[in-house]
């Protein structure tokens, strides 16, 4: 079993609709981060979370840290949307050193 | 330029044979990470540098690979003995902080592709 395991693994939408994508880690983190990956590589962090929901534009983030879950939500999706998502928890302390450990992606297609 | 650099964008190279791949960090970032990502998956965490340091390096697979920040600002990964399983993406990541809430954002190169015949 993964530590990180996100859902779906591919979710195809229409144009305008409410898109959520899930995470659940079972690891203990100091924070999380949610990325969106575009074709050719490129890793762009949408938002940083430890506690609570951040909103930036038409995206949402929340995290239950008892629960161990996060959900990025998409409001009125556009095709610019389309691109992998990649839930990212971190693991470590300043200390002992601080690293990633990533979810598998989900692939997102939003269609005209 | 401003962002994360890697170079080569892309490698290809034969079974057996040495490669190494470059990361030049945003400036003034301390904190640096190598990653690798294989087609379709997440990608893996291979090492973690604080300035000149190693903080980390449990992600590394074996002793073929080996990274070096030598002046605490450009990084080498550098992979002996090259392998076809050793292909992928290799992702460089630097922050101004370690990467802990509240601190410094994590920016992202774009990758070096590296191809193993």
């Known amino acids: 079993k993964n530590e990180v395991e996100q859902s779906p693994q591919n979710l195809t939408a229409q144009e305008g609709e409410f898109i959520t994508i899930n995470c659940s880690y079972s690891?203990?983190?100091?924070?999380l981060h949610w990325l969106q990956q575009h074709p050719g590589g490129g890793i762009v962090s949408l938002f940083m979370?430890?506690?609570g929901k951040k909103k930036h534009g038409r995206l949402i983030a929340t995290i239950n840290i008892q629960e161990k879950h996060s959900s990025l939500h998409i409001t009125a999706s556009h095709p610019r949307d389309s691109a992998v998502y990649i839930c990212?928890?971190?693991?470590?302390?300043?200390?002992?050193?601080?690293?990633?450990?990533f979810g598998e992606g989900t692939q997102l297609t939003v269609n005209p | 330029g401003a962002g994360v650099s890697q170079t080569p964008s892309n490698k290809v190279t034969e079974k057996g044979k040495y490669v190494e791949l470059r990361c030049d960090p945003i400036?003034?970032?301390?904190?640096l990470y190598w990653y690798r990502q294989s087609l379709g998956q997440g990608p893996e965490f291979l090492i973690y540098?604080?300035?000149?340091?190693?903080?980390?390096d449990s992600g590394l697979p074996n002793d073929r690979f080996f990274a070096v920040r030598p002046e605490g600002s450009v990084s080498t990964l550098k992979i002996q003995r090259t392998e076809r399983g050793d292909s992928a993406v290799y992702l460089c990541?630097?922050?101004?902080?370690?990467?802990?809430?509240?601190?410094?954002?994590?920016?992202f190169g774009e990758g070096s592709r590296l191809t193993v015949l």
């Open positions: 540098f604080q300035g000149t340091g190693a903080a980390d």
């Open positions: 990541a630097s922050s101004q902080k370690p990467v802990l809430p509240n601190t410094g954002e994590l920016f």
């Open positions: 690891v203990g983190i100091s924070a």
């Open positions: 400036s003034g970032h301390t904190a």
């Open positions: 990212a928890v971190v693991v470590g302390t300043e200390t002992s050193g601080s690293r990633l450990t």
């Open positions: 979370l430890s506690s």
